[in-house]
């Protein structure tokens, strides 16, 4: 399928991209991203062989799993920004993809979802102290000293 980019100048002379045309380099780096994560799974030891082999998938069999997946993250993404859109939230948060999974027929995959994103949270440094504290400075009495 041929994509045809179509540039618009404005006043200032900064070219544009139409939006099928961002639309194929938010493809692009979707496709990018996927595949990094597949090519990682797939040298990951949890799957390989009893030998310690590798799995290999033939190139149209990867291409396919690539496809199928970037295809699930973009019905996944529309749905939650949808759930999201009617709870008048401008961000997606944990909630809206759990409920998207479920809508989508995916609820066996919440609990393992909401594990690894208690996981995440978890793991993240809580910084109690302020950036001016942080910064050397010190309060006292409600003065900076």
Same mark, same amino acid.
Request: with cysteine; proline share 2%.
């Given at each position: 399928?041929?994509?045809?980019?179509?540039?618009?100048?404005?006043?200032?002379? #900064? %070219?544009? +991209? @139409?939006?099928? *045309?961002?639309?194929?380099?938010?493809?692009?780096?979707?496709?990018?991203?996927?595949?990094?994560?597949?090519?990682?799974?797939?040298?990951?030891?949890?799957?390989?062989?009893?030998?310690?082999?590798?799995?290999?998938?033939?190139?149209e069999t990867r291409d396919l799993l690539i496809e199928c997946c970037v295809e699930? #993250? %973009?019905? +996944? @993404?529309?749905? *939650?920004?949808?759930?999201?859109?009617k709870d008048a939230k401008k961000t997606i948060a944990c909630e809206h993809i759990?409920?998207?999974?479920?809508?989508?027929?995916?609820?066996?995959?919440?609990?393992?979802?909401?594990?690894v994103a208690d996981q995440f949270k978890n793991s993240q440094v809580v910084r109690?102290?302020?950036?001016?504290?942080?910064?050397?400075?010190?309060?006292?009495?409600?003065?900076?000293?």
């Amino acid at each position: 399928m041929a994509v045809h980019s179509h540039h618009h100048r404005g006043q200032s002379g #900064i %070219t544009y +991209l @139409s939006a099928a *045309a961002a639309r194929v380099e938010a493809d692009k780096r979707d496709t990018a991203t996927v595949q990094k994560i597949i090519n990682e799974v797939l040298s990951s030891p949890s799957i390989q062989g009893e030998n310690g082999a590798t799995m290999t998938f033939a190139k149209e069999t990867r291409d396919l799993l690539i496809e199928c997946c970037v295809e699930f #993250i %973009t019905m +996944l @993404s529309s749905e *939650a920004n949808e759930i999201a859109e009617k709870d008048a939230k401008k961000t997606i948060a944990c909630e809206h993809i759990t409920k998207a999974l479920e809508e989508l027929g995916f609820a066996d995959y919440v609990p393992e979802l909401v594990a690894v994103a208690d996981q995440f949270k978890n793991s993240q440094v809580v910084r109690s102290d302020t950036p001016l504290q942080r910064s050397g400075g010190r309060i006292l009495g409600g003065m900076l000293m």
